[in-house]
């Protein structure tokens, strides 16, 4: 608890100063400017400057003696029940007030290889590695004409609008155009299998696609004219084509990785082992990261001012937070103030500095790698990278995300230069799994 008392010789002067400087500025009817009693701007203004100036006087002794005292708090102090609110403003006198705090908990903390944490890795096995190997070369694979129509082909053909008769309708709808399974309705992917040249189906365009826009591109119209459509369609196949696997050469290795920097299978399998342990490291430490946070939370042993932050929960919503939502959700309040009191002396322990330089240079990598993990070649190009990341840095919600990012990993290579850690490995679809579970799952 602190307690605050204030003499009137504390607070006075100042309210006197604050209504000579008023009588110098305030108009009224009557008198010129500048001229009007002082006893009546302060019967109209003495309260609110008042009351204005023990609210700056209170707010600056408070915070004072919580910066003089170096006290480490939790939330913002709270009024304490016991005080006086019936102020005379009148004649206000000595004035008495009384604030409760909550204080942050001294506590030690232990980061050594004593303690073990997981880190998940898949097993990027022969499996995992022909399985890459055949994704790159289906998609670059080209394709070819075929005799017959497969699930995954392109059908090729030309749609002829048709009266209930099924006769063709005279300057009716016609269109040549591609069908691909992506624009076929849900659950019609064999609408245009087993057909070759030649062959003809009736259509009924809503039924077999569904979707309007799609429906529009493939005939050519608007999505006016396709909602007023009624007559099906026939179809008439010109050619069925096919994609491919790409063949294992020089050509396929130089489109994958760049010219002359692969040149056989061996290699290419070597290099995709590589990749994906690069490709996935980052999601594995994120999980372990996230393992340690926990672990260090649940064996935190340190008490918290429970009842006090309840109040200042209530306090902070302005009563539009239920008793009972408070009491529900503190378990998981108080886990993130436990993690913020860690989180916070593991920077001060470890010395953890983040810069601008850095957050600047981070921003400018993430863009790099947005735009593909190109290099800039000139200064020029360099230096507007650099005013982009200064300007993302000026929002404040974003400068907030990137220090938070680097914070944490700096933090993480601590935990990994210092936990034992036990590697996991597992096949790749059950580590997928795992590190994008809930903790405990």
């Known amino acids: 608890m602190i307690r605050l008392e204030f003499a009137p010789e504390d607070y006075q ?45 209170t707010s600056d002794a408070l915070m004072g003696y919580i910066r003089d005292s170096n006290l480490d708090i939790l939330g913002n102090p709270l009024p304490a029940e016991e005080n006086d609110n019936s102020l005379d403003l009148d004649n206000p006198g000595t004035i008495k007030l009384s604030f409760e705090i909550g204080l942050a908990p001294s506590f030690e903390l232990i980061i050594s290889s004593a303690q073990q944490f997981p880190i998940y890795a898949p097993l990027i096995d022969d499996e995992f590695i022909s399985k890459e190997v055949a994704n790159y070369r289906e998609r670059l694979g080209e394709y070819a004409e075929t005799e017959i129509s497969a699930e995954s082909d392109i059908v090729n053909g030309s749609f002829v609008e048709l009266d209930a008769n099924g006769n063709v309708v005279e300057n009716g709808i016609t269109k040549n155009t591609d069908i691909h399974d992506a624009d076929l309705k849900e659950g019609n992917a064999k609408a245009f299998v087993g057909l070759k040249q030649g062959d003809s189906i009736s259509i009924n365009m809503k039924e077999t696609f569904g979707n309007t826009k799609v429906i529009a591109a493939i005939l050519g119209i608007n999505e006016e004219q396709v909602n007023a459509l009624e007559s099906p369609f026939r179809f008439t196949v010109d050619n069925v084509k096919r994609k491919g696997e790409a063949e294992l050469n020089q050509d396929f290795f130089d489109k994958l990785f760049g010219k002359d920097v692969i040149f056989n299978e061996d290699e290419l399998r070597a290099r995709i082992a590589k990749d994906a342990d690069e490709r996935f490291k980052k999601d594995s430490e994120a999980r372990f990261f996230n393992e340690v946070v926990e672990g260090l939370v649940s064996n935190s042993n340190f008490e918290l001012p429970d009842e006090f932050l309840k109040r200042w929960l209530r306090s902070n919503n302005d009563g539009k937070v239920e008793e009972n939502d408070i009491e529900e959700n503190y378990t998981k309040y108080a886990r993130g103030i436990r993690w913020q009191l ?34 800039f070649s000139s200064d020029e190009q360099r230096a507007r990278v650099q005013q982009i990341a200064e300007q993302m840095l000026q929002n404040e919600k ?27 490995e597992m096949p790749f679809d059950e580590w997928a799994q795992k590190v994008s579970e809930p903790l405990n799952a």
């Open 13 to 57: 002067p100042k309210i006197e100063s604050q209504l000579r400087d008023y009588s110098k500025k305030v108009s009224m009817p009557g008198f010129r400017p500048g001229k009007v009693p002082a006893g009546m701007v302060k019967k109209m203004y003495g309260k609110s400057i008042l009351v204005d100036e023990l609210n700056k006087l």
């Open 342 to 375: 860690i989180e916070n002396k593991i920077i001060r322990d470890f010395n953890i500095q983040v810069t601008r330089e850095q957050a600047i240079e981070s921003v400018a990598t993430e863009f790099m790698a947005y735009m593909g993990g190109i290099e």
């Open 398 to 424: 974003e400068a907030n995300r990137i220090y938070g990012r680097l914070f944490n990993e700096a933090m993480n290579r601590i935990f990994l230069e210092n936990f034992s850690i036990k590697r996991i």
